[in-house]
Structures are given as structure tokens and as C-alpha cells.
């Protein structure tokens, strides 16, 4: 069958970094998204990673290891509005989304 | 705002009613999906969309009907609901289904059965 593992939830102190590691086995890679959701509101998209590397775009970055079927998204400089659930989805070989179940991210002050 | 609109943002329905959820894309896309999500599960696709045609519905049970009339608006239509079908529903889109695209999401409905 096929597999997304994220955490379930972690905790940061404003100002700091973060990882958010997540896991996949699917039948077939078209890429993997990384998404943002506040409580109560929609998904937002953050990253796409598609080749192996690093991926920046501003204090969020996105890792991807094929052949370890291994991304992160990691978060720097840490603000209160950070707290959210951070999805992390893969496109397989049909171009369906499969979804991991979200890791809730704390942040205190 | 996304480009994605979905009315009602809540709704509470008895096991009997019948009532239709609704999704509108501003974006010119050509795929849309309706998704459920449950508190603490992964997200669920339940239908897709293409070019108005469906290409996927995933074991979803027939008191959930889809339609899509045109390529920028879709339906979810609720008959004898369950109280476990209680969750939020979520409408998305995509240019089209077989591109490395994002989705675009809209802020959901949120579903209450009693």
C-alpha cells in the first residue's frame, strides 16, 4: 500500500529552527508538496520538491531524498504565526495526491 | 483567498436532510476534487474532475453524489448521512490532473450529522 509518515506534533520556541521529517511509500514519484494549514482554514502550498536537493524560499526550505523516500521542511526564525499543521502529499505514478496526516507544529513564545 | 470558494463554511444536517455543498474556482483550471478530512487522518480524495468528466471516485458511498456542470463550478450532493460523515470537506484545483502542479484549496465546509 502506500505510506506518508510525518509526526504527529512538534514543539518550537519563536526565533528558532524546526524540522518537519516525512516518510513515503508510493507506487511511483511525480513529486512531493509540502502545505500549511492554520485551524479552520485551507491548505496553503509552501514547497515542491521533484529532484534531490534543497529547495529555498525564504525562512521555509524543503529537502528531498528519493532514494531514501525522505523529505523535510525545515523553518527558521520562527514566528507565532508558524503555528499550524504542516501536510506533506506525494504524486504518484497516476498523478494522485497521497497525503500524509499532517504534523501540528506549537510554537512558544 | 485562494480562488476557491465553497458555500456554506458550516453545516448542520440530520441523517435525513438532503443538502448540496458548493465550489467555485476563479483560476481557469481544468481539475477539480472534493476531499474529506478528519481530525487527525490524512487527507481523503473522494472524487476528481477532468474537463468535467469524472476519472476517479475512490469507494466513496453512494449517499455522497458528485457534479460538475462546467469546468469551474462543482457539487456535492449529502443524502442519508451517517453521523461518522461528520468532518470537513474540502473543494481543490489544479490546471489539470497530469502536471506537477499545486493544488488550490478552498477554506472548506465544515459537516456536522446528528
Known amino acids: 500500500g502506500q505510506n506518508i509518515d510525518q509526526p504527529t506534533e512538534m514543539t518550537a520556541t519563536e526565533g528558532a529552527i524546526v524540522q518537519i521529517n516525512c516518510t513515503y511509500q508510493t507506487s511511483g514519484f511525480n513529486g512531493l508538496f509540502w502545505y500549511q494549514q492554520h485551524a479552520g482554514e485551507a491548505p496553503t502550498f509552501l514547497s515542491y520538491n521533484v529532484l534531490d536537493g534543497l529547495e529555498e524560499k525564504g525562512r521555509f526550505s524543503s529537502f528531498l531524498s528519493r532514494s531514501k523516500g525522505y523529505s523535510y521542511l525545515l523553518l527558521k526564525e520562527l514566528q507565532m504565526k508558524d503555528s499550524a499543521s504542516y501536510l506533506c502529499?506525494?504524486?504518484?505514478?497516476?498523478?494522485?495526491?497521497?497525503w500524509g496526516a499532517g504534523t501540528k507544529l506549537i510554537i512558544k513564545p | 483567498e485562494t480562488g476557491v470558494t465553497q458555500t456554506p463554511r458550516h453545516l448542520v444536517m440530520g441523517m435525513t436532510n438532503k443538502k448540496s455543498l458548493k465550489c467555485e474556482q476563479h483560476?481557469?483550471?481544468?481539475?477539480m476534487y472534493w476531499y474529506k478530512q478528519s481530525a487527525k487522518k490524512p487527507l481523503e480524495l473522494m472524487f476528481v474532475?477532468?474537463?468535467?468528466?469524472?476519472?476517479e471516485n475512490n469507494s466513496v458511498p453512494s449517499r455522497f453524489s458528485p457534479e460538475c456542470p462546467n469546468s469551474s463550478h462543482l457539487f456535492l450532493h449529502l443524502h442519508t448521512l451517517q453521523p461518522e460523515d461528520s468532518a470537513l470537506y474540502l473543494c481543490a484545483s489544479s490546471p489539470g490532473l497530469g502536471e506537477p502542479a499545486e493544488q488550490y484549496f478552498g477554506p472548506g465546509t465544515r459537516l456536522t450529522v446528528t
Open positions: 474532475y477532468s474537463l468535467e468528466e469524472r476519472v
Open positions: 502529499a506525494v504524486k504518484d505514478s497516476n498523478y494522485q495526491l497521497i
Open positions: 483560476l481557469g483550471h481544468n481539475a
